[in-house]
């Protein structure tokens, strides 16, 4: 790859912009330069914060355009209670959804993930086991991490084009770990901030509030923690999935985005991975 077709990131932009500018101002303004360098490190800092900001790297957030249309995503899972009952729901509903799945659940769980493609969904990669710093590791460590659930996933014969980074945090060196695997970053565009199911009251009515077409919207795939609030999630996102469908085309991720998420594999092709 050669300089001229390299991507620059924001960040990288930036920074040599920041660069140059508090070294032409340094000999007249030197207290400017200061604060020059002080804001673009303060972006540094808080990009990774904010899931819909393409800092550090291309992030998908949004569809591309497509007239009322939103995608469901699935985050945390495969979990035993809550998958096989979104399964029926979506299913009810004929919907079609993208799960973005830990990989120690997939290897505790295998036959949930097969069921999840053998009734028309995708899947993505949601790291190894959710841990909200990954971002914060290693190069190595970040690396190690994606690359792992990525194995267990072709042992299953499912290669994961999409990554979403836990708690939509990105950072710096996860363009080079998606790039190395050819894998892109999907983040989202509508959540509903219920603590992974924790808080499931009112679901419908908080998402529904503020939805918009094209947007990819944040789901759980968790048991709620409480078992009084189980009863309230299931009729919650039932509710939630009619109402939607009310108003607009719920599509697959990668109809929404142009964004290829999830190939196939052979058995010998898995066996290459």
Not at 167 to 189: E, Q, W, Y
Request: glycine content about 6%; proline content about 6%.
């Amino acid at each position: 790859m050669t300089l001229l077709n390299r991507y620059f990131s924001p960040a990288e932009i930036t920074g040599a912009a920041s660069l140059l500018l508090a070294c032409l101002v340094f000999f007249f303004a030197p207290l400017l330069t200061l604060c020059i360098l002080f804001v673009f490190i303060l972006c540094c800092l808080l990009a990774p914060f904010f899931p819909e900001i393409s800092f550090f790297l291309p992030i998908i957030c949004r569809g591309s355009g497509q007239k009322n249309s939103i995608a469901l995503t699935f985050d945390d899972g495969p979990s035993p209670g809550s998958t096989l009952f979104i399964l029926d729901i979506l299913a009810r509903y004929n919907c079609r959804a993208t799960f973005f799945i830990i990989g120690k659940n997939a290897c505790q769980h295998p036959e949930l993930i097969r069921k999840i493609v053998d009734e028309g969904h995708s899947i993505g990669n949601h790291s190894w086991d959710h841990d909200n710093l990954l971002m914060f590791r290693t190069l190595k460590t970040l690396d190690a991490d994606i690359g792992k659930t990525q194995n267990v996933m072709a042992e299953l014969t499912i290669k994961p084009r999409v990554f979403r980074p836990p708690v939509g945090i990105t950072g710096p060196r996860l363009g080079p770990v998606l790039n190395k695997l050819n894998m892109v970053a999907v983040n989202f565009s509508c959540r509903a901030f219920d603590k992974g199911n924790r808080t499931v009251d009112g679901l419908a009515d908080n998402i529904l509030a503020k939805i918009r077409s094209g947007d990819i919207l944040l789901l759980h795939d968790t048991w709620p923690l409480q078992e009084k609030q189980v009863d309230v999630w299931k009729k919650e996102l039932e509710q939630l999935i009619e109402r939607l469908q009310s108003r607009y085309t719920i599509v697959p991720l990668e109809t929404l985005t142009g964004c290829s998420v999830m190939e196939r594999l052979t058995p010998e092709e898995s066996t290459q991975e």
